[in-house]
């Protein structure tokens, strides 16, 4: 901010003409340009208030009070200052200044947009200033990196919301398959509890059949030993004959489970 003393020294004359009207105790602005060439800061803060208390629109108390705000590195109050003279500052002649002054307090606030574009009405009002353009360009520079980084930042978000969404798939899908485990567990529990009570009834039907044909071979060999013929009674030959069928067909059952495990057997051999 290079033009703060000039603006101060040699524009004064015209903000303090501009702000005429406004019946200004013109004494105290002028106590505060004399601290301020002495570099007294503080005592032309005091200064510069007391006028702009006195009339809160008075444009020489707040533009110079700004001016000496940013030269106390209080860059928040300076640029709040600056905006408060925005709407009658620019109509001076030396509004170039004003817009490069509220730039470059926009810059110290890292308020890019802003800085963008008090140096572009800067250069409009004054095209050959260097400086200011080497700002603009610094600040619009600035600006597209913040730009940039912000669109990142939201990118990075959704992405982060994404991965968020697929690891509940996943969660999801992992209770999924532990429902599906369970319930092949039950099944294959009830059906080993099937297998086995009907193995169970197959042993008891095989040891009444086979107690009642022991029981009918005694009977022959106590009618035999007597030197008597068995006599064999419908109900008898009945009950032999089904005991003849289940052994014939748990025999045959017996055939094809092996017949089955070596076809098995050889399969998986093949396979591998």
Not at 61 to 72: I, K
Not at 126 to 142: G, S, V
Not at 167 to 175: K, M
Request: a negative charge.
């Amino acid at each position: 901010m290079r033009r703060l003393l000039y603006i101060v020294l040699s524009v004064l004359s015209f903000l303090v003409a501009a702000d005429a009207m406004a019946q200004v105790d013109k004494s105290d602005v002028r106590r505060g340009n004399r601290d301020f060439k002495k570099e007294n800061w503080r005592e032309a803060e005091i200064d510069y208030r007391k006028a702009a208390v006195k009339d809160s629109l008075s444009v020489a108390a707040n533009y110079n009070l700004a001016n000496t705000l940013y030269r106390e590195e209080d860059y928040a109050q300076a640029l709040q200052t600056y905006q408060n003279v925005k709407e009658v500052a620019p109509m001076s002649a030396s509004s170039a200044d004003y817009f490069f002054n509220l730039g470059d307090a926009a810059i110290q606030q890292k308020d890019w947009q802003q800085a963008v574009d008090a140096f572009a009405q800067s250069l409009i009002r004054r095209p050959d200033d260097l400086e200011a353009k080497e700002n603009f360009i610094y600040a619009k520079k600035m600006l597209q990196n913040q730009q940039q980084n912000q669109n990142n930042d939201q990118n990075n978000d959704q992405n982060q919301d994404n991965d968020q969404n697929n690891d509940q798939n996943d969660d999801q899908n992992q209770d999924n398959d532990q429902n599906n485990d369970q319930n092949n567990n039950q099944n294959d529990d009830g059906k080993n509890d099937q297998d086995q009570n009907d193995d169970q009834n197959k042993d008891q039907n095989d040891d009444g059949n086979q107690d009642q044909q022991d029981g009918q071979d005694q009977n022959d060999r106590q009618q035999q030993s007597q030197g008597q013929q068995p006599k064999i009674t419908p109900q008898a030959a009945q009950q032999m004959l089904q005991a003849i069928q289940a052994k014939e067909k748990e025999t045959q059952d017996k055939v094809n489970k092996q017949k089955a495990e070596a076809l098995k057997s050889r399969q998986k051999e093949k396979n591998w």
